[in-house]
């Protein structure tokens, strides 16, 4: 369920939103809303680590590196510490 948010800017600002949404084929309130997702996006600092591990775990399951692996990876290297 969505609700309802009122933002108070200044009208040419809403002009411009408006005509760039329109040559976009979007409403105002979806550009609002990617553009409220992504500032979310950016600050979240737990989704920014699950994206980093789905990535990480995702390039090492394509190289085809196992928990063996890492594990001797992570022992040598603290071996050389």
Known sequence: MSTQM???IDPALRQKVSSL???EGKS???VVRELLE???KER???S???DL???TGGKLKSREVGP?????????SRDQR
């Open 21 to 23: 949404a329109k040559a």
């Open 38 to 40: 992504d500032y979310v």
């Open 53 to 55: 591990w789905e990535r």
């Open 6 to 8: 009122i933002v108070r």
């Open 48 to 50: 920014y680590i699950d």
């Open 28 to 30: 105002v309130s979806e």
């Open 68 to 76: 063996e692996q890492i594990r001797r990876a992570i022992s040598d």
């Open 44 to 46: 979240d600092i737990g």
